[in-house]
């Protein structure tokens, strides 16, 4: 990639450093003490840019030194002080009841109530947030891009992900019920526009449960997995992510780009902010349909029946062993 270079200009060398905007993609260069500027006004995100004007400055002035076309550039920045290249990092967040409310079945058993309950992040998604938060932190990511798929009031969760760190956010509205598949047609949908390098999902949803969502996602783009991360490195152009397993801890190196779900004991995270929530609001917001994507929703899934979990009978204490065995034998009837 053109950013990885470093050549010699006149007497000196120089260091390329990006700063992106929506459509402008401005580069500047030091030679010695002196800076070389160039434009792109094409979009920088992942686009052939269809042409590359570069200038000097000598003798006072600007003065361009080459025309190069259709050089594809990634949402990459090179750090002079690192050496280490940036990414787009992509997170999948749930508006879920909160943890904290008792959940209740409607009377007519078709589902929850959600009436007047709090809702707020999915938890494990919180813990993909600021899994992102800090790798930008660290310099490896240079953009967060937050997606949820709900209705119009999931905009509260995206809120509160660019209060904690992300730098814009994508609303995917629909009030359907969507299943796993769905859910992952739609993010793959969102991969394909964005074209991140790392995305990085809350293992399952406390709502449903489902811990299927990652997965379909990574078979339906094609990218390596790594699930159940309790840590993350990213190292070059691999990321290595080590996963909790029956057996202890297994450590896999994935190809970029990659898909990782987030387990409990990868990090803890953060309180945002009073600052960050006010500017928060300012942060872009997009909203779109899954018809604008292309996806269809329909569900191939029918909820038939939703019923609460028996309540269970208190326990009791016993003063011995020989009476455990006698309540277990002749009043529990399991020996």
Request: with cysteine; charged share 25%.
């Amino acid at each position: 990639m053109l950013a990885h270079y470093i050549c010699t200009l006149l007497a000196g060398q120089y260091k390329r450093l990006f700063e992106y905007s929506v459509v402008l993609l401005e580069s500047y260069y030091i030679v010695d003490d002196w800076p070389i500027h160039c434009i792109d006004r094409a979009r920088s995100y992942g686009q052939d840019t269809g042409g590359f004007a570069f200038a000097v400055w000598a003798e006072g002035r600007f003065r361009p030194i080459c025309i190069t076309r259709h050089v594809r550039f990634w949402r990459h920045s090179y750090s002079p002080e690192s050496n280490e290249e940036s990414m787009k990092v992509l997170v999948a967040v749930k508006r879920v009841v909160d943890y904290n409310v008792k959940v209740r079945v409607k009377a007519d058993n078709s589902g929850v109530d959600l009436a007047n309950v709090k809702m707020s992040m999915n938890p494990f998604c919180e813990i993909a947030v600021e899994e992102a938060v800090r790798l930008k932190e660290k310099g490896v990511a240079s953009e967060i891009v937050v997606v949820s798929i709900g209705p119009t009031a999931a905009q509260e969760q995206l809120r509160t992900a660019l209060a904690l760190g992300a730098d814009r956010a994508i609303l995917v509205e629909s009030s359907d019920e969507l299943n796993s598949l769905a859910v992952a047609k739609l993010l793959k949908a969102v991969v394909d526009k964005e074209q991140p390098q790392l995305v990085i999902l809350g293992k399952q949803a406390i709502d449903s449960d489902n811990n299927q969502t990652g997965q379909m996602l990574a078979a339906l783009s094609g990218y390596a997995q790594g699930t159940f991360a309790s840590k993350v490195e990213v190292a070059g152009d691999k990321v290595n992510v080590t996963r909790e397993v029956d057996g202890g801890l297994q450590t896999v190196a994935l190809n970029l780009p990659a898909i990782v779900t987030t387990d409990l004991r990868l990090n803890e995270p953060r309180y945002a902010s009073l600052p960050n929530i006010m500017k928060a609001k300012k942060k872009p917001l997009e909203t779109v349909t899954p018809g604008d994507l292309g996806v269809s929703t329909a569900s191939t899934v029918k909820t038939l029946k939703v019923e609460a979990p028996a309540a269970r009978s208190a326990g009791i204490k016993v003063k011995s062993v020989a009476e455990l065995v006698e309540k277990l034998k002749n009043e529990a009837k399991v020996i």
